[in-house]
């Protein structure tokens, strides 16, 4: 029997339907109503989950990138600063999670203990590893403890890495997505036959997040059997933002869960019958029994 990890109430693993989500990452750029609003497109669009990024900028952020000018819409700034100018504070929070309520549930990547602390205040059905955070251990661990479903991202992390981090989060309640961490990612490092190779080595439910532009990837991803298809979602391409050129906006998200709910109908069960409808084209076109 596969292994299966239950969200929301739902069986993930196997051929049961794929759960679809919606990356909203920091692709509101720090405005609550634009959240707000990616959300209920998201889910108009056929999301199952929204996911948002938490972090404590000073914590999470590399020393040597902090003081990293950059240019923004705010006028120029360290890269820090930039983080920080993108986070909600806890007021905002808690709005959120307020206003989310019956548009779509939501949950996070946090990158650091206190972001786990105040994601844990709102109650999300799952938890996410970051592909940046697969080797912070004292994280994982902490993430671990909650007893909550975990699904973590393996961008940018080889075979050993991967292995230290399953040994920490163990394999119950655990579901792997397969990930090249570019932005966006070429198609010739998508490399999907990792899935199978993740699911074969690790004995738990695979599934695959996309930074690639466009959906086939992520219906490439749910034939091949992704039990999670997480996709960056945004209201503008264009918009200021590294994620925003790898982000699906809401026609192009919503093609892409329509062709994955096609073909979970088309993969049908595997056993070969003949179907009524077949019957009457079976005896005008069969000469011999």
């Not at 905002?92 to 990547?109: C, E, Y």
């Amino acid at each position: 029997m596969p292994p299966f990890v239950e969200i929301l109430g739902q069986r993930l693993g196997g051929t049961a339907p794929c759960l679809i989500v919606a990356e909203l990452g920091a692709n509101h750029n720090g405005d609550l109503g634009t959240a707000i609003e990616m959300m209920r497109q998201a889910k108009a669009a056929g999301a199952n989950l929204a996911k948002f990024q938490m972090r404590t900028p000073r914590l999470s952020i590399p020393q040597a990138q902090q003081d990293q000018l950059r240019e923004t819409p705010w006028g120029p700034m360290s890269y820090l600063q930039y983080r920080e100018r993108l986070e909600f504070t806890q007021p905002q929070w808690d709005d959120l999670a307020d206003m989310a309520r019956g548009i779509l549930p939501w949950f996070a990547s946090p990158w650091d203990l206190p972001s786990l602390e105040r994601l844990l205040r709102y109650d999300p059905p799952c938890l996410k590893v970051a592909s940046a955070c697969l080797t912070d251990l004292e994280l994982l661990t902490a993430m671990r403890h909650t007893g909550k479903p975990i699904i973590a991202s393996t961008g940018m992390s080889d075979e050993a890495q991967i292995t230290r981090a399953v040994s920490i989060l163990g394999p119950d309640r655990l579901i792997l997505l397969h990930c090249t961490s570019t932005y966006p990612a070429p198609a010739n490092e998508l490399n999907l036959q990792v899935m199978p190779w993740l699911r074969e080595r690790f004995h738990v439910p695979v599934g695959f997040s996309g930074h690639h532009q466009g959906i086939w990837d992520g219906l490439c991803a749910a034939v091949m059997g992704a039990c999670v298809v997480e996709k960056h979602f945004t209201l503008d391409r264009t918009a200021f933002g590294t994620d925003q050129a790898a982000s699906l906006e809401p026609g192009g998200f919503a093609r892409m869960a329509r062709y994955i709910r096609r073909w979970e109908t088309a993969r049908g069960d595997g056993i070969k019958r003949v179907y009524d409808s077949e019957r009457p084209v079976m005896a005008r076109l069969r000469r011999v029994p």
